[in-house]
């Protein structure tokens, strides 16, 4: 029933910068917590970023923060990450989630690589 939709990954050289999207459906999608998170290859999923949906309260990883920018638009039920700066370590799935109470709801990924 909630589907999140991720968009906007591909490949970039070191310094280069990609914008993230996710289209969500199914949810009443101002009341959850929306995020992103990363996972690269053999590594457990991390958390990127958070916006809460109350007050807009951000939350970034050390890695992340004053590089990337997260935002949401309640409007158009989207969630965008802005990346800039970018970083090989920075390379990874990137998932979109959404999440009320308990429950997490995930994107099905979109693949960020950064490599000269």
């Known amino acids: 029933q909630v589907q999140l939709v991720e968009s906007g990954g591909g490949m970039v050289q070191p310094g280069g910068s990609l914008r993230l999207s996710c289209a969500a459906s199914g949810l009443t999608f101002s009341t959850y917590l929306m995020s992103w998170y990363r996972q690269a290859p053999g590594r457990e999923r991390e958390l990127v970023a958070s916006?809460?949906?109350?007050?807009?309260?951000?939350t970034y990883t050390d890695s992340a923060r004053g590089r990337f920018a997260i935002s949401r638009d309640n409007a158009k039920n989207s969630l965008y990450l802005q990346m800039n700066s970018l970083e090989p370590e920075d390379t990874g799935v990137y998932y979109c989630?959404?999440?009320?109470?308990?429950?997490?709801?995930w994107g099905q990924g979109t693949q960020v690589t950064v490599s000269s």
């Open positions: 916006i809460s949906a109350t007050r807009g309260i951000i």
């Open positions: 989630n959404a999440r009320r109470g308990g429950v997490f709801n």
